[in-house]
């Protein structure tokens, strides 16, 4: 007699919170701070939102596709591990593209060195120590071989008046405090005395952007063949672009099919025991794995020398985490719970899921919706470490940045109800855009390192609220067994059509104005819309919903034959109840 199948659910849910956790914070160390990475090779702000849109774009379109196929051809566990190999692999090869040059590389490290002391960007090449060895050492030279937690330890005023036969080391070996007032007066007396020799004819330190910008030996080459600088520029930026390009496309065909295979394997899993109260709560693992991730890998980096050798910057560390712990995230999923459905959908769920979005038009208020705050939530995240690195912030204050949002949802997220209820779904939408704009134009007016992290607390709102009240309405629309297939149409279109649009036009308006003007032209797109969405939602008549299950009824003759019989069925009778005495 063959024996039945023991299904361990509670097993079962463990490790698919730990592979949740794990997977969010491989993911967490690396995607957030790309963009960053890409800053330090050399990318502008518009390149660099040419190749994160392509990123999503090629999400949105290759997720679904490959996630059918693997279920389709029953080859979950194949795809899910196939995906997390070559995903580490593919991750890892971004660390083979050189940077356009060398300077590039280190040119950010000195902001956050010297934030604490009150200094402009711009000290870092005036200040020069020539009393050094009888070498000359600018901050900008000095920085690149320290950390910021050993620069913060020397005595600048030991460094500025070292005899000529003092060496580098025995500076560092200082241990008294730094005074700003010091640093300030240093570096406006070595401004001065630089200044002073130019106009005298000494020779200028070489400090240009344009030499900043490529490889000294390209520039060279392309001057022999009597190329101009400015196009020995653009030729290396080019080259470097798609060498990026193609690296990251690459990573995301291979990382695209994991979350949406897992997602369907899971729920089919737990659909098939009868256990589906656990998928609910299923993100507060990814979001916990995320928070303490981003968080201590940007503690790790930022007391990290800004060069680990010669040719590996700090940020390196990044991906070196990520690949660790997709490994872990690897090994888990070899024990991951996947459920083989055997039976064949004979209808394509996302079109019934367009056509039911379509044919309400408050759904379609809020698809678009949707898709506005996926512009410019992927406007906002693309260079929002950009805007931080500017004002002097570290990876540290980066990562406590992306924990406090995390954990902020959490934690209101066990008030999700009683704020649906109170505010209503239409006004919860509203609210979650307004306290995004207020983020936004908060973020264009930052003033030190840690000026961003108060304002994160609001995306509790911009993002948790917000998104809890869209899925509530893609349930309200759904017919029974499509409330996932509206909400991934939801998501498609915010995190994939929506966020690879913003990615586009934040980096033409980051590159051709400022980062200042993206985030106050978002905030004004946001407020807008709110207030627009208010206005349009209330005109729009309410569709009488259908009571399927008197459809069920109709279809079943053996239930119930005439329509008297109908009318006495209980679960009819108590959905009209629950209907008249709902409202939204």
Known sequence: MRRNKQWDVNKAMLLSRL??????????????FLTLYLRHLGLTA????????????????????????????NKRRVVILSSLLCSIGAGLLLLLIPPADKATMTRYCNISAFAGFGLPKTAEDTINYSQLG????????FTTLISPTALSKINTKHIATAGAGQTLNDAI??????????????????????NHKNEEGADIPDNSDSKRSVRSGSLKTGSAHGQKPTDVVLEVQHQLFFLVLMAVALWEVLAAPLE????????????????????????????????????????????????????????????????????????????????????????????????????????????????IVGAVGSAIENYLFWQMQDKGSSEFYMGASIAIKLFAEILLSFFSDKILKTVGQSGTVALGMLCMAVQCLYYSFLWSPWSVL???????????????????????????????????????????????????????????????VLYRAAAVVLVIWSVAFLIVQSR?????????????????????????????????????????????
């Open 46 to 73: 518009s390149l660099t939102g040419i190749i994160m849109g392509t990123k999503h774009f090629i999400n949105l379109a290759w997720a679904p596709l490959s996630g059918y196929f693997a279920k389709h051809y």
């Open 454 to 516: 108060p304002i994160q607390s609001l995306n509790a709102f911009s993002n948790g609220a917000l998104w809890w009240a869209l899925n509530a309405h893609c349930e309200d629309v759904s017919t029974p067994g499509m409330e996932r297939s509206v909400q991934r149409v939801f998501q498609a279109l915010s995190l994939g059509l929506g966020a690879g649009i913003g990615s586009l036009a934040g980096g033409f308006i980051a590159s051709r104005f400022s980062l200042e």
């Open 260 to 371: 949406w295979t897992v997602d369907d394997g899971l729920y089919e899993y737990l659909d098939f025991v009868d256990a589906t109260d656990g998928y609910s709560q299923h993100w507060i693992w990814g979001y916990l794995g995320a928070a303490c991730s981003a968080c201590g890998v940007g503690l790790l980096v930022s007391n990290l020398d800004c060069l680990l050798n010669v040719h590996i910057h700090r940020s390196a560390v990044h991906f070196y985490s990520y690949a660790i712990l997709i490994t872990l995230t690897l090994l888990t999923g070899t024990f991951l719970p996947i459920h083989v459905n055997r039976k064949r959908e004979q209808t394509n769920k996302v079109l019934k899921a367009l056509h039911l979005i379509s044919n309400d038009g408050r759904a379609t208020l809020c698809a678009l919706t949707a898709f």
């Open 134 to 141: 009888n070498t000359t050492m600018t901050v900008h030279a």
């Open 540 to 584: 729009i008549p309410r569709q009488k919903k259908v009571n399927y299950s008197q459809l069920l009824a109709a279809d079943n003759s053996d239930l119930s034959d005439t329509e008297t019989d109908q009318e006495r069925d209980w679960l009819v009778k108590a959905m009209k109840d629950e209907k008249e005495n709902n409202s939204w």
């Open 19 to 32: 592979f949740q956790f794990l997977h969010c914070a491989g993911k967490a160390c690396a995607i957030p």
């Open 173 to 194: 070996l200082a241990t008294a405090a730094a005074s700003k007032h010091e640093v300030k007066r240093i570096a406006h007396r070595q401004s001065h005395r630089e």
